[in-house]
């Protein structure tokens, strides 16, 4: 195409640089990639994904199937960008690549925003009847955005001369633009792309911001931007999509849409050398005749149709335009790269060839409906128009204009008009609907009526050159070998042919491929359908679906208040969840086995420290706690005594443990439950689930403290002299403060409000104090000098495990799987048999009855200090593969207080196993045996934790 | 340029449906036509229609992500696992289809001790039924799979990787295609557009089936729709203990390869696949309420983006061009159970968790329990908890 001197809306003033395959061109502002390129005389843009074709650009818009590239802009590179759609800037490098992007690792830094809004009307689509829908909401005073997206609003507008009014369209369009504009109720959205379609009204956007700029503009803006917009009525405005024509050799560069011909001539100025039209319907005339009026040479329109009396097709008469009517184009020639040099047509009186470099192609309109078609909205096939119409419309939802099927300017501004106040009314608001809008197309005149979609066969039927998806290379031979095979379905014609499965999800295909399937199993079009439409309409940047929650705004990292503390001390941290936890407080040349036993001796045999401040703590009051706490633990939380803890077991509905932890009662109406730090969040969630859904009247409430309090503990047999130092107000005597005991509001290094309870994880005697969570660094200094004549010693998790281990102690989640009972873990015992509890019903169940149930129990290495990698199977035959699998090794570790590795397991019958030994195969060939005990390797009858 | 893929010359007949079978199965997804197939192969029943309300493989068949694995934990399943595994091994030179089969290996990323512990726990048993599993440090994850993002500094950095190398994908078209055509040469009749209303019964024997082409005598009938068997089921008079939910998937762009093995990570609700053509294809987490619209909370996708831009930086510019959601039948604690069930004189199901579904299924029909008499659940065990180490 060559670039007129005059006309066109781009700014021959403001020129701008770009590359092109690493060539430097030029256009204006105003152009897109695609224009500028046409307009710099690039029309092959790449070649296509199995044939190896050339190809060019087919549209000026969303249904661009072959223009695309590879952007690469601030360093970072962005696959399959439509260059219909990218508004040149100042130093765009491009590489056409058409039909598969390369990705690179230079864009994770770039920034992509998320917005939430909210809106009375969403109008989608800026054509006539969008801004005519926009413009009667916003003069109702409603909330309103309008989306677009082109760069500028106006649709059809920008391409078509037509008047409102009296006025130009176009001036029309840019009043209401200005109006809208200056309303404070409305926003308009441009470069912004409706993308997906939720229940309930929701739409994802795309907002394209930075991405349209040059590298220097950018500054802070953001790539692009996500709206989440929750509308209480939406206007889909967006408009008819042109068709081609499938006839053979009809992908060459050179070949473009009757529309998008128009376009490029009516906004960049550009234009063929001759131009020849090849039709079904009238709007292609419109074509011919702007082309005429700009002094370009129009070779010919060829019409498949028989003469009619449209006045269209009479002002091309009457402007000595050659119409070959009952003609079809049954072939093109190129050049020596492929671009158009000439069109064979087959008239009524014989084929002539006509010489062009574009051929403007239109098989007609059909409204695009990919948004309504998301959500699976109802469509009928028009037979007027060869295509699906909206036979319904979605709750909460109005079609206006060409997407209704409607496809005159007239329309566009009625339906829009109709639209809005339906949404109105649909809002309560209709009384205040200006009813005199002046939206009238002064331009009536009567269009003959298209022809039916077409595929022109091929005169030497050869149909491996006839394109029905330029994307993706699928032949008119593609969708009769289909056929042939069987397939009827179009769902099955394009997963054999793999029609519509392209970038561009083959908008511009997939009608054809739905009457040509039709023609070729001789039933009606109605009946065939198209194939569905999966969102997004236009696809969507993984970045800009993720924002910026990446690093550390991908989730909280959750620290507790002696965090630096523990960094100063030297430990080691874990990831436990959201919370990182010092496994170990390593010392200078320490192995980590030597430091788990230092820290593992401090506490069996002098005094250790532990931050458990991510214990989680719920505070559960009212006058129907206890009944309430009742309900869901295993036994009885109802009788504790103030001041006094159980530990306990909950279970779900199945009978499966959820979590166990200790449950301190602070006053009759008041109780303090902990649970393990994974289970936080799922046990009050759990309790509000029954709180709300079963036992609304009940008055319980229950509040997640664990971020407001603070907890330490101190365990140890020389623990109680070191809370005694520091709570010199508090009576901790063994007969005073017996075990499971808890005071509340005491002084406890000087911090008023302190708790102090009596509870054991380790099996030794030991103390938790819960301060104020800031005051906690207060606290740990206080017990670190009080507990220096006794070397106090700081301790984590991997100690913990240890001391918990040798105990026998499980930790849910890592000794129970989702099958285990409290029953198979030994801890029966706990449950209450005077009263019901969630879960109680289902250990009826056989199957929970069953004496072959993975149960917990005690494992010592035989021969052996190597310790068992947790996770591993225990097999009673060791051999090949296959080994029966006994059960696997839960939990494990060097137990430098009994002096042998040893561990706790769930195997199968295992409580009636005890004795017997097993081998756990490892991954690198060899083997360990290990021999059941009892779960409780220390101190078996508990008598330490008195201490 | 791309290879073309290429289809047969012919796929299958378009019968009309004869006025009874022998057997009649509901739901024409890969387990429906695979209970077809081996029925008609390996148990000479050729009296055999599958009857489809849409068209065949319409349902999860092309909505899952054409993972395809054994590496699962339970001793009584990993043999069917296994056995499934194998045989798709098999497939390709079987139904003399080229379903892309591709053990490019699957590696399943730990984030935490006990993740890893809880991964290790399924390479163990694994190995114990003579599966395949391996465990990777971060280095040999490095040189497994160099894409993914093993710094130390991401929000929870990778500390290993167990790897099933024989798991992989398959092209999921191309196996519907390829069932639907083994079974259909055998004589199996495929019934499309053919949607159950009803069920005839003699007593609490079934009869037959009532569709919108007209009522089919049936001597027995297998439920086989996946995702919808709570509806099949109370159609047929009984309650199944499922519940079915949405479970999410996209595809990008067609890109150039950058992703050679199947990087799965369960903390942080994310796998990813590069198809032969070019396409990455990424399942999320399932999600949280029941429904049988196929189609999820765009949350759910924003998360799993946000996931695998941590662990996949190269992906930030590639896009999301089509979403949607398979439904899945859950069974209220995951399903754990294989036994026969008397639920309804010949009907069985074929139901699956969320990974059964998401998988193109085992090609069992002709073991271990091959009779549609018996009912049979595709199931898979619940894995550990792989949440953190709880602590005290």
């Known amino acids: 195409m060559k670039r007129l001197t005059n006309g066109g809306r781009i700014d021959r003033s403001r020129p701008l640089t770009f590359t092109w395959n690493g060539e430097p061109f030029t256009g204006f502002a105003g152009d897109t990639l695609a224009s500028a390129l046409l307009g710099a005389g690039v029309d092959v843009l790449g070649r296509s994904?199995?044939?190896d074709r050339p190809r060019g650009v087919m549209s000026a818009g969303l249904e661009e199937a072959t223009g695309f590239a590879q952007v690469t802009s601030g360093g970072s590179s962005e696959p399959l960008v439509r260059l219909t759609g990218l508004p040149l800037y100042e130093g765009l490098s491009a590489e056409g690549l058409i039909t598969r992007g390369k990705l690179d690792d230079h864009g994770a830094a770039a920034r992509f925003d998320k917005r939430y809004a909210h809106c009375d009307v969403l109008v989608i689509g800026a054509g006539p009847a969008g801004l005519s829908a926009a413009l009667a909401a916003t003069r109702a005073g409603v909330r309103v955005i309008l989306v677009e997206a082109d760069v500028e609003v106006g649709g059809a507008l920008l391409r078509d001369e037509e008047t409102i009014a009296g006025a130009r369209a176009l001036d029309w369009g840019a009043s209401v633009r200005q109006s809208l504009g200056l309303a404070t109720n409305t926003r308009v959205l441009t470069a912004t792309i409706a993308s997906l379609l939720m229940d309930q009204n929701g739409v994802l956007l795309a907002q394209r911001i930075g991405a349209h700029l040059a590298a220097g503009e950018r500054g802070l803006h953001p790539e692009q931007r996500l709206w989440h917009v929750r509308a209480r009525t939406i206007i889909l405005a967006t408009g008819a999509l042109e068709r081609p024509i499938v006839f053979p050799d009809n992908d060459r560069p050179g070949l473009m849409l009757a529309s998008a011909a128009r376009a490029y001539l009516?906004?960049?100025?550009?234009?063929?050398?001759?131009?020849?039209?090849?039709?079904?319907?009238?709007d292609a005339y419109r074509t011919a005749l702007a082309w005429h009026e700009a002094g370009v040479a129009v070779a010919g329109i060829v019409d498949v149709r028989p003469a009619g009396g449209g006045a269209l097709r009479q002002r091309a008469i009457d402007a000595g335009l050659a119409v070959h009517y009952e003609s079809e184009v049954v072939g093109t020639v190129g050049d020596e790269r492929g671009r158009l040099q000439r069109v064979l047509v087959r008239t009524p009186t014989g084929t002539i060839t006509l010489e062009t470099d574009l051929l403007a192609v239109s098989g007609g309109y059909e409204p695009n409906l990919n948004l309504h078609l998301q959500l699976r909205g109802a469509t009928r096939y028009d037979p007027s128009i060869g295509a699906a119409v909206p036979a319904a419309t979605l709750p909460g939802q109005w079609i206006a204009g060409a997407a209704s099927g409607q496809l005159t300017l007239a329309d566009a501004l009625r339906t829009g008009v109709e639209a809005a106040h339906g949404a109105l009314a649909g809002l309560g608001r209709i009384h205040t609907v200006d009813r005199d809008l002046p939206f009238a197309a002064d331009d009536e005149s009567r269009e003959d009526p298209p022809a039916p979609s077409l595929q022109v066969a091929s005169p030497d039927g050869d149909e491996t050159r006839s394109f029905v998806d330029l994307h993706r290379d699928a032949t008119v031979a593609g969708v009769q070998r289909a056929v042939q095979a069987g397939v009827r379905h179009i769902e099955h014609v394009k997963r054999f042919t793999l029609v519509g499965t392209g970038v561009e999800q083959g908008r511009t295909a997939r009608t054809n491929a739905a009457s040509l399937t039709a023609a070729l199993t001789g039933r009606p079009a109605a009946d065939v359908g198209t194939s569905g439409s999966r969102?997004?309409?236009e696809p969507l940047t993984f970045h800009l679906l993720a924002g910026r929650a990446l690093g550390e705004r991908y989730e909280p990292r959750r620290t507790t208040a002696l965090h630096q503390l523990h960094e100063a001390n030297g430990a080691i941290f874990e990831v436990a969840g959201q919370w990182l936890r010092p496994s170990r407080y390593a010392r200078v040349g320490e192995s980590p086995r030597d430091t788990v036993v230092r820290e593992c001796q401090a506490a069996r045999q002098r005094v250790a420290i532990m931050d458990a401040s991510t214990l989680g703590k719920i505070d559960v009051r009212g006058p129907d706690a206890p009944w309430f706490l009742d309900q869901l633990y295993v036994n009885v939380i109802s009788t504790i005594p103030v001041g006094r803890a159980r530990y306990s077991v909950m279970c779900h509905v199945d009978g499966t443990i959820l979590d166990d932890g200790v449950v301190m009662r602070i006053a009759e109406q008041q109780f303090f439950v902990t649970t393990s730090t994974g289970h936080a969040a799922a046990v009050v969630d759990w309790m509000e689930e029954w709180l709300q859904t079963e036992w609304p009247a009940k008055r319980v409430w229950v509040t997640p403290i664990t971020e407001q309090l603070a907890t330490i503990a101190i365990i140890g047999p020389r623990s109680r002299e070191v809370i005694a130092a520091v709570a010199p107000d508090v009576d901790v005597s063994r007969t005073e403060f017996p075990f499971h005991s808890v005071v509340r509001n005491v002084t406890a290094a000087g911090i008023a409000g302190s708790q102090i309870a009596r509870v054991s994880f380790s099996g030794e005697l030991a103390f938790e104090v819960s301060v104020p969570w800031h005051e906690a660094p207060t606290l740990w200094d206080a017990l670190l000098v009080a507990g220096s004549p006794h070397d106090i010693t700081p301790y984590g998790l991997d100690a913990l495990q240890a001391l918990r281990i040798?105990?026998?102690?499980?930790?849910?989640?890592?000794?129970?799987?989702?099958?285990?009972?409290?029953?198979?873990?030994?801890?029966?015992?706990?449950?209450?048999?005077?009263?019901?509890?969630?879960?109680r019903r289902s250990w009826e169940r056989p199957a929970n009855r069953r004496d072959d149930r993975a149960q917990l129990v005690g494992f010592t290495v035989v021969d052996s200090h190597e310790v068992v990698p947790e996770g591993a199977a225990l097999t009673r035959a060791l051999g090949a593969p296959p080994m029966p699998i006994d059960g696997h090794v839960s939990s494990s570790c060097w137990s430098a207080t009994l002096d042998r590795s040893l561990g706790l397991a769930l195997v199968r019958g295992g409580r009636g196993r005890i004795g017997e030994v097993l081998h756990a195969p490892l991954l690198d060939g060899r083997a360990l045996r290990v021999q059941l005990v009892e779960p409780v390797h220390y101190d078996p009858k508990g008598e330490r934790r008195h201490g | 340029m791309e290879h073309a893929f290429h289809n047969p010359d012919f796929l299958w007949r378009n019968p009309e449906p004869r006025a009874s079978y022998d057997v009649v199965i509901v739901g024409g997804g890969l387990h429906g036509l695979s209970t077809a197939y081996h029925l008609a192969k390996n148990h000479g029943m050729r009296n055999v229609a599958v009857v489809e309300r849409g068209w065949l493989g319409n349902g999860n068949a092309v909505r899952n992500t054409t993972v395809v694995r054994s590496n699962y934990l339970r001793e009584e399943s990993m043999p069917l696992y296994e056995f499934s595994l194998q045989r798709w091994a098999l497939w390709r030179e079987e139904l003399d289809f080229d379903i892309l089969f591709d053990p490019r290996?699957?590696?399943?990323?730990?984030?935490?001790?006990?993740?890893?512990?809880?991964?290790k726990r399924v390479v163990y048993a694994n190995r114990m039924a003579g599966i395949d599993g391996e465990w990777l440090e971060p280095a040999d994850i490095a040189d497994f799979c160099p894409i993914i993002n093993l710094s130390p500094e991401i929000r929870y950095p990778v500390v290993g990787a167990a790897l099933q190398r024989r798991g992989g994908i398959a092209r999921h078209d191309a196996v519907v295609f390829a069932l639907a055509r083994a079974a259909d040469a055998l004589g199996v009749d495929l019934i499309q557009g053919c949607e159950v209303t009803g069920f005839d019964f003699d007593g609490n024997r079934v009869t037959g089936v009532q569709t919108t082409r007209g009522r089919i005598g049936a001597g027995k009938v297998g439920l086989v729709g996946a995702g919808r068997t709570p509806l099949l089921a109370g159609m047929a008079g009984f309650d199944v203990p499922i519940q079915s939910y949405p479970l999410q998937a996209l595809v990008s762009d067609i890109l150039e390869p950058v992703l050679h093995c199947v990087p799965m990570s369960g903390m942080l609700h994310v796998y990813v696949s590069q198809a032969h053509k070019g396409e990455l294809v990424m399942g999320a987490a399932r999600d949280t309420y029941h429904s049988y619209a196929q189609r999820g909370s765009v949350q759910i996708l924003e998360h799993q983006l946000q996931a695998a831009l941590e662990l996949y930086p190269i992906m930030s510019r590639a896009r999301m061009l089509r979403t949607w959601a398979g439904i899945v039948d859950v069974t209220p604690?995951?399903?754990?159970?294989?036994?026969?069930?008397p639920w309804t004189t010949c009907t069985s199901t074929a139901a699956g968790e969320p990974g059964a579904s998401r998988r193109p299924p085992a090609p069992d029909g002709s073991s271990p329990t091959p009779s549609p008499t018996v009912p049979r659940t595709t199931s898979t065990p619940p894995s550990p908890s792989i949440a953190s180490?709880?602590?005290c």
Not at chain 1, 815 to 831: H, I, N
């Open chain 1, 49 to 51: 994904v199995t044939l």
């Open chain 1, 266 to 282: 009516r906004r960049q100025a550009l234009a063929p050398e001759r131009g020849v039209i090849f039709t079904t319907n009238d």
């Open chain 1, 535 to 537: 969102p997004p309409y």
């Open chain 1, 806 to 839: 040798e105990k026998g102690f499980i930790i849910v989640g890592q000794d129970t799987e989702a099958l285990t009972t409290p029953f198979d873990v030994g801890l029966g015992g706990l449950v209450s048999q005077l009263k019901d509890c969630v879960g």
């Open chain 2, 105 to 119: 290996g699957l590696l399943s990323l730990a984030h935490s001790t006990a993740e890893a512990n809880a991964m």
């Open chain 2, 333 to 341: 604690t995951l399903p754990r159970s294989s036994g026969a069930r």
């Open chain 2, 389 to 391: 180490r709880p602590g």
